[in-house]
T-cell receptor, first 115, second 113 residues
């Protein structure tokens, strides 16, 4: 298994509070991604990173921000959590862009509930 | 609009039987097609990645096929085992994006003893 650790694995918080999820990799992969997974939907890309301090928005980035100060760590922050952000969040890494034949490797997710 | 649709939504089969899962896509320009397996409570794990020129690719008891003309793919599972119970997700990459994948909603497969 690829060395990807997500923390925390579960979190329950209240509307309006800030939340930070962490993704840590030991594979030295350049590319990192944050997805959310909701019932009935495919995974949706929130933000991605193509290097240290290099990040960009995905298709559902509103209400989320990210930071990558080291190759191995990619943080996802919900500045003021809303109930619509209740979801399972997955971090992924890859050696190359998705147009290549390299797979993305995923962590085991963070289950976030916002009450 | 780029889309990936999978069928059936869910499937129950007996252990030892074979099954085939379907994926239709409308992604253009096409780059590659991936199948992932996702166990309950875990992240997706890559099974196969197929490019335009590949018709068939196997990974153990899993065989994926791709028809780029009709924009269809299938995942065939042979001699199913209880550990095959999972969601299987079809994912397509377009040539005009470095980072965005188009994800299907998955087929939930349950293997009964």
């Amino acid at each position: 298994d690829a060395g990807i650790t997500q923390s925390p694995r579960h979190k329950v918080t209240e509307t309006g509070t800030p939340v930070t999820l962490r993704c840590h990799q030991t594979e030295n992969h350049r590319y990192m991604y944050w997805y959310r997974q909701d019932p009935g939907h495919g995974l949706r890309l929130i933000h991605y990173s193509y290097g240290v301090k290099d990040t960009d928005k995905g298709e559902v980035s509103d209400g989320y921000s990210v930071s990558r100060s080291k190759t191995e760590d990619f943080l996802l922050t919900l500045e003021s959590a809303t109930s619509s952000q209740t979801s399972v969040y997955f971090c992924a890494i890859s050696e190359s862009v998705v147009r290549s034949n390299q797979p993305q490797h995923f962590g085991d997710g963070t289950r976030l509930s916002i009450l | 609009k780029n889309q990936v649709e999978q069928s059936p939504q869910s499937l129950i089969i007996l252990e030892g039987k074979n099954c085939t899962l379907q994926c239709n896509y409308t992604v253009s320009p096409f780059s590659n097609l991936r199948w992932y397996k996702q166990d309950t409570g875990r992240g997706p794990v890559s099974l196969t990645i197929m490019t335009f020129s590949e018709n068939t690719k196997s990974n153990g008891r899993y065989t994926a096929t791709l028809d780029a003309d009709t924009k269809q793919s299938s995942l065939h599972i042979t001699a199913s085992q209880l550990s095959d119970s999972a969601s299987y997700i079809c994912v397509v990459s377009a040539m005009d994006s470095n980072y965005q994948l188009i994800w299907g909603a998955g087929t939930k497969l349950i293997i009964k003893p």
